[in-house]
């Protein structure tokens, strides 16, 4: 199993920016790649960004490219959401997600941003 535990998130204006953290812990050992999800109210749960293990794969949302980057450390204990230039349109609950060479998926609690002035 892997547990994950999302930080980062609250409140910011119109084109700020967060840094969101996501550490995980337990069989960290199997992880093959990191993610993060947002589900606006409303909305279905989208992927945001995504890294594989290598961190030469990663996948980003149209509608956060150039303005977000995904980052993690060598061991997957962590995984990392910059995100600049926020629009109210961001606002929504972030989850961090990992994939394990077992097919299986794990989440996060997730964390709440809001972008609004």
Sequence with gaps: QVRLVESGGGLVQPG???RLSCTA?????RIEALAWYREAPGRKRE????IS?????????????SRFTISKNNDNTAVYLQM???RPDD??????NC??????NYWGKGTLVTVSS
């Design 53 to 65: 293990d290598s961190s030469t794969g990663q996948f980003y949302a149209d509608s956060v490219k």
């Design 99 to 104: 994939a394990t060479s077992a097919n299986r």
């Design 25 to 29: 812990s337990g069989e960290t050992n």
């Design 91 to 96: 606002t929504a609950i972030y989850y961090c």
């Design 84 to 86: 600049n230039n926020l």
């Design 47 to 50: 992927m945001v960004a995504a």
């Design 16 to 18: 700020g920016s967060l």
